[in-house]
C-alpha cells in the first residue's frame, strides 16, 4: 500500500484524474485550472452538492472505497434527475486520514468514474485534504434543464395522482442486516481476545457474514441507482410531473416536503406502496413492520411524483411505476390508509442527519 503523502496534494489529484476525458460539450475546461469552466447556452442549470461523512453515512466496515465512490456519485446525481434535468459535470472534494492509501483512494475514484460513465458525466475538479476525525466526501452535480421544464416540490395540485418508482424500504433493512453482522463479527473477535485465544487473528479473517438470499437488500443499501431510466420514459411519454423529488430520507418524510410545499394533503394507501419479497421476509425476521420500514427507512434513491389524474393510464401502465394515493386539500392531512381501510395521520419519520 502507497501512502498519500508520497505525492503530495497536486501529485494525487493529477494521480487520480490524469485519465478523465471531457464528454459532454458543456465542459470547457475540467481538473487541471484554478476552476472549471462550463457553457450552458439557452439552457437552465441544476446545482446540488451532499456531504456523506465516516460513522454517520457510511461504515467502512462493511462498504469497500470502490463501492462508496459509486454510492457518493449516485446520491448526487439522483438529486439532479429529481429536478427532471440531466447531470453533466461533478465536483469531488474529499478529507482521508493517514490509514487511507493511494490504492483506496484509486478505488473510490474507479467507482465514481463508473457512476459518471453509466450518465455520461465529466468529472471537472474537487480537492483533497487531511483529516483527524474519519473520511469526509462532498459532492457536487451539475446539470442542466431546458427553460419551463424543471419540476419543483410545490407544483402539486388537488386530485393528481401521487407516484413511486421501485420499491422502499429495501435499503434500510440492508443497513440492518449489515449491522447485525457486523455486531456479530466484533463480538466473536471480543469473546477470543477475552479469553486470549490466538483465534482472534484468524477470526478477523475468515468471518463469513450470513447474507445468502439477501443480497438485492445489500445493494439496495450500497450501490444505489438514480432513477434516470424514469425521467427518460416519462419525457418519451410525454408526461411532466407537477412535483417530484427523491426518497433519500424516507417516503414519509418527503411527502411532507411536497405537501408542506405546494400547499396540499394527500392520502397514500399502504396496499400500493410497493415493497420487494425479501424487504418483507428480512422485516419480518427482525420483528419489524415492513410498511413502517418502507415509510421512515431512507436511502431508495426512488422517485417520488404527482401527474395530474387525467395521466392514470400512462403512468399506471409503466413498468417500476406505481401509483399509492392522491392529493388532496390542505385540511384533509397527510393521511395512510391502512390495508383495513383505517386512516392515521402519518408523521414525518424519515432519517434525520442531524438528530
Known amino acids: 500500500m ?63 472505497f470502490r463501492t462508496l465512490g459509486y454510492k457518493s456519485a449516485m446520491v448526487n446525481i439522483s438529486d439532479i434527475f429529481a429536478m427532471n434535468g440531466t447531470p453533466r459535470q461533478l465536483l469531488v472534494s474529499i478529507a482521508v486520514g493517514k490509514r487511507t492509501t493511494i490504492e ?27 483529516s483527524f ?10 446539470g442542466e434543464v431546458m427553460e419551463g421544464e424543471a419540476v419543483f416540490r410545490n407544483g402539486a395540485k388537488e386530485t393528481d395522482l401521487v407516484c413511486v418508482t421501485g420499491d422502499l424500504g429495501a435499503a434500510y433493512l440492508g443497513l440492518q442486516l449489515l449491522e447485525r453482522e457486523k455486531r456479530i463479527y466484533y463480538q466473536q473477535v471480543d469473546e477470543a481476545k477475552r479469553k486470549d485465544d490466538p483465534r482472534a487473528l484468524e477470526l478477523l479473517a475468515n468471518f463469513q457474514p450470513d447474507f445468502a438470499g439477501k443480497e438485492y437488500l445489500l445493494q439496495r443499501q450500497l450501490r444505489p441507482e438514480a432513477r434516470g431510466d424514469i425521467i427518460a420514459r416519462l419525457k418519451e411519454m ?13 417516503l414519509s418524510s418527503e411527502l411532507h416536503h411536497i405537501c408542506k410545499q405546494s400547499g396540499c394533503g394527500c392520502r397514500i394507501y399502504e396496499k400500493n406502496i410497493p415493497i420487494d419479497y425479501q424487504a418483507a421476509v428480512m422485516a419480518e425476521e427482525f420483528n419489524l413492520n415492513v410498511t413502517t420500514c418502507a415509510l421512515n427507512g431512507g436511502e431508495d434513491y426512488e422517485l417520488l411524483f404527482t401527474v395530474p389524474i387525467g395521466e392514470y393510464d400512462k403512468v399506471d401502465g409503466m413498468d417500476d ?22 386512516e392515521f395521520d402519518m408523521k414525518a419519520q424519515g432519517w434525520n442527519p442531524l438528530s
Open 238 to 250: 410525454n408526461i411532466k410531473p407537477t412535483s417530484m423529488m427523491d426518497i433519500s430520507d424516507g
Open 2 to 64: 502507497t501512502d498519500i503523502s508520497k505525492l503530495g496534494e497536486f501529485g494525487l489529484i493529477h494521480h487520480l484524474t490524469d485519465n478523465i476525458a471531457l464528454r459532454n460539450k458543456s465542459s470547457k475546461v475540467g481538473v487541471g485550472d484554478d476552476c472549471a469552466v462550463l457553457h450552458y447556452p439557452d439552457k437552465e442549470v441544476l446545482v446540488t452538492t451532499d456531504m456523506l461523512i465516516e460513522g454517520v453515512h457510511f461504515d467502512l466496515t462493511y462498504i469497500d
Open 133 to 142: 476525525t474519519g473520511i469526509a466526501i462532498s459532492i457536487t452535480c451539475i
Open 321 to 342: 411505476v406505481k401509483v399509492i394515493g392522491h392529493i388532496t386539500k390542505p385540511e384533509l392531512g397527510i393521511m395512510l390508509v391502512a390495508r383495513d381501510g383505517n
Open 104 to 130: 483506496d483512494l484509486e478505488a473510490f475514484y474507479e467507482g465514481l468514474r463508473t457512476a459518471c460513465e453509466k450518465w455520461n458525466i465529466d468529472v471537472v475538479g474537487g480537492d483533497t485534504t487531511s
